[in-house]
């Protein structure tokens, strides 16, 4: 079930203020220990699921459904969904009241269509489907109340043996085990207190992003050079003439809690030259003065919010000529110019200071680049198609730079155990992502479900468009009106591999990503891979580690450190003909898992607001890959 919202962010912020514990401490592990042992003997089969009553839920939100699409949509597209769903074949199955086995098969199936990127499976009355299904599967393995119990209580103990066994932190396989048991758990209900605390283990932020001030001051910073008309009236002289300002508009961060300060101030000089017109008087007059205008501008998720200006100006001017006629006439104005010239001075400072922070404060209001960015509006539907809450964010601004602190975790995943190790550096931005980032996001999506070799490269962490030898292409699956929904039934690309090859995804920890000790290992776990050259029905793991070389120029790229490893975990032997299909498996994913990345050039996007950056060079300064955390820094 999606975390909720609002009082969730408490706990959120709490995260952020505990202190940062390096490791497991052994009493730390001893105390999980006994909490793991008094749950095993003190469960209760009274609290696991009610099988008919979710066959209950789940039939009302079939129906729900059905409804919906028929009695809302055009008969085409009610029945595009109605074919892609297939909700017939789990309804008849409960109708049957028969085999349990067949419902849950059924609504495994189901679960596969109510998970991907399709447009509408974010709609509520599908989320509400997808929600009764899982309860139903739930059911369904629990049914049986004395082997339910049986089994969490032989979960438990394998749990208590891997917390045990942690080192220092948890490995990666360590944390399935925890993720296994507290999914377990919670899903029958049992041991509420033991789950809260192991999650609790797991609940800082799992994306860390580090905006440095010098990314902050090149988009911000820009020259000034203003000429304007000069049109006043001091002291019944009537002035006309040219200004000049010539400066330069910075920006620094400032502190902040909840929200990003950043200080915006415009320094500059003044030279005008001008003439004055008091009856047949002419003065020609010249000035030169120094500006200064300030402001703090705040942002947040609400918006922009503006400070007030303050502004200081100083003014040296001086009368160069007098014209009139008459020499009297001259001598005369002369010398009441000069009593009046410091009032005079005084009103155009002041009318100088007024104007530089109205028109400050005008320019900086009128910006359309001060704001932050909705980064999850494009990926907000295709949270809710994936079954994924939006991401809990903090955002805050240091002296050094922006800071951003999110988590992406669904309230039966776990998020990271420990910060990541900080890098300051004001010229860097630098993006850190924990391994349950990636687990979380891709777990609902590919657990259990069997993918083509044609979308397999677009689904895995390779191919995020920085490798030249990852595949580009891009699903355009539609639904609605008269296209036709596709759900896994995506064809295969023209020019793909003559054989292409299919794998179905364990539905544990389906996708490896591992960042540890300055290595990244990425791959897949399977239960079954099948080419034309036969089919291997058994579980295998596929995984490639990469290592950042820094080349001659100087540019950092990922190099893969040797072969694609295929791996069959357990010790049952393969047959001659399955044993033949590990160098077909390592032939097919040396292309998914390409020897080098990183190696493409990084350019900041066109169509970026901020015109400074669009279309920069970036080059990636640092690759840490420790803690389960990965961090890739990148200078322009």
Same mark, same amino acid.
């Given at each position: 079930m999606p975390r909720p919202t609002g009082l969730a962010v408490v706990p959120f912020v709490l995260t952020m203020l505990m202190p940062v514990s390096a490791q497991w401490s052994d009493d730390e592990k001893r105390e999980l220990v006994q909490r793991v042992d008094a749950a095993a003997v003190g469960l209760d089969p009274s609290r696991l699921p009610d099988l008919k009553a979710a066959k209950l839920e789940a039939v009302r939100a079939i129906d729900a459904a059905k409804s919906f699409f028929v009695g809302g949509s055009s008969p085409q597209r009610a029945a595009n969904w109605l074919r892609y769903l297939d909700l017939d074949p789990l309804a008849e199955a409960i109708a049957a009241d028969g085999d349990d086995r067949a419902v849950g098969r059924a609504a495994v199936d189901l679960s596969y269509r109510l998970i991907g990127t399709a447009p509408g499976l974010e709609l509520s009355v599908l989320r509400r489907l997808r929600a009764a299904n899982d309860a139903l599967i739930d059911a369904v393995l629990l049914r049986d109340p004395d082997r339910a119990v049986k089994a969490i209580a032989r979960q438990l103990e394998s749990l208590s043996e891997a917390i045990e066994g942690i080192d220092r932190l948890p490995d990666a396989d360590q944390v399935a085990a925890i993720l296994a048991a507290t999914d377990r758990l919670d899903a029958a209900d049992q041991a509420d207190e033991l789950?809260?605390?192991?999650?609790?283990?797991?609940?800082?932020?799992?994306?860390?992003?580090?905006?440095?001030?010098?990314?902050?001051?090149?988009?911000?910073?820009?020259?000034?050079?203003?000429?304007?008309?000069?049109?006043?009236?001091?002291?019944?002289?009537?002035?006309?003439?040219? $200004?000049?300002?010539?400066?330069?508009?910075?920006?620094?961060?400032?502190?902040?809690?909840?929200s990003v300060r950043i200080a915006l101030t415009l320094d500059g000089q003044v030279c005008s030259n001008n003439t004055g017109y008091n009856g047949p008087v002419t003065l020609r007059t010249s000035s030169s003065g120094i500006v200064r205008a300030s402001r703090v501008l705040q942002l947040n998720d609400s918006g922009p919010s503006f400070g007030p200006t303050t502004a200081s100006a100083s003014l040296n001017s001086r009368i160069d000529s007098i014209s009139h006629p008459? /020499?009297?006439?001259?001598?005369?104005? /002369?010398?009441?110019?000069?009593?009046?010239?410091?009032?005079?001075?005084v009103i155009a400072r002041k009318r100088l200071r007024q104007q530089t922070a109205d028109e400050f404060a005008d320019e900086t209001s009128q910006s359309d680049s001060m704001s932050v960015p909705d980064v999850l509006d494009p990926v907000r539907p295709l949270l809710g198609r994936l079954g994924l809450p939006e991401p809990l964010r903090l955002i805050r601004s240091t002296d050094q730079a922006i800071v951003v602190d999110a988590t992406l975790s669904r309230s039966d995943q776990l998020s990271a155990p420990v910060a990541p190790v900080q890098f300051v550096d004001p010229r860097e931005l630098?993006?850190?992502?924990?391994?349950? !980032?990636?687990?979380?996001?891709?777990?609902?999506?590919? $657990?259990?479900?069997?993918?083509?070799?044609?979308?397999?490269?677009?689904? !895995?962490?390779?191919?995020?468009?920085?490798?030249?030898?990852?595949?580009?292409?891009?699903?355009?699956?539609?639904?609605?009106?008269?296209? /036709?929904?596709?759900?896994?039934?995506?064809?295969?690309?023209?020019?793909?591999s003559e054989k292409p090859f299919s794998v179905t995804f364990a539905r544990s920890r389906p996708v490896i990503f591992e960042a540890r000790d300055g290595e990244i290992r990425i791959g897949i776990r399977g239960t079954r891979f099948e080419s034309e050259s036969g089919s291997l029905a058994r579980a295998l793991q596929i995984t490639a580690a990469y290592v950042p070389v820094r080349q001659p120029t100087g540019r950092l790229i990922l190099v893969r450190r040797d072969d694609v490893e295929v791996d069959f975990p357990?010790?049952?032997?393969?047959?001659?003909?399955?044993?033949?299909?590990?160098?077909?498996?390592?032939?097919?994913?040396?292309?998914?898992f390409p020897p080098v990345l990183l190696d493409r050039e990084l350019k900041f996007p066109t169509n970026i607001k901020r015109k400074k950056l669009a279309g920069l060079p970036i080059r990636i300064e640092r690759i840490d890959a420790r803690d389960g955390w990965l961090s890739i820094s990148v200078i322009p």
């Open positions: 789950v809260t605390n192991l999650r609790a283990k797991f609940a800082r932020p799992n994306l860390h992003v580090r905006i440095g001030e010098s990314w902050v001051r090149r988009a911000v910073n820009r020259p000034v050079l203003k000429v304007r008309p000069v049109r006043d009236c001091i002291l019944g002289t009537r002035i006309v003439g040219t $200004a000049r300002l010539t400066g330069q508009v910075t920006a620094d961060l400032l502190p902040a809690s909840d008459l /020499r009297l006439v001259r001598k005369i104005a /002369r010398k009441r110019a000069a009593r009046q010239k410091p009032r005079a001075d630098m993006l850190q992502v924990h391994e349950s !980032l990636v687990a979380n996001a891709t777990a609902p999506v590919l $657990a259990g479900r069997t993918v083509r070799q044609g979308d397999l490269a677009r689904l !895995l962490p390779t191919d995020m468009g920085l490798s030249q030898n990852a595949a580009a292409a891009k699903s355009t699956e539609r639904t609605g009106g008269d296209e /036709r929904v596709r759900g896994d039934e995506t064809a295969a690309d023209e020019g793909e357990g010790t049952r032997r393969l047959s001659v003909s399955q044993a033949g299909l590990r160098g077909t498996i390592e032939e097919k994913f040396a292309d998914v």
